[in-house]
């Protein structure tokens, strides 16, 4: 049953998730509250980078004349 293993091991994650960061103390609205900020802070990293990770590193590669 590798669905019920899949789920298993997730839930598993989760639950780990969860006594790392502390958030099982929270009641689950703030708990959802916490998860919304952290997918829209990591989200608006991974935006950034692909957006302007590239113009930086053709700018190191000009700089180090690595690319003419």
């Not at 293993?5 to 509250?33: I, N």
């Not at 930086?56 to 700089?63: G, P």
Request: hydrophobic share 50%; with cysteine.
């Amino acid at each position: 049953m590798p669905l019920g293993d899949c789920w298993k091991h997730l839930s598993w994650f989760y639950y780990q998730y969860l006594l790392v960061t502390a958030l099982y103390m929270l009641e689950p609205w703030e708990r959802t509250v916490f998860n919304s900020l952290l997918i829209s802070v990591l989200g608006m990293a991974v935006y950034t980078g692909y957006v302007f990770m590239p113009q930086h590193i053709m700018a190191i590669l000009h700089y180090f004349e690595v690319v003419q």
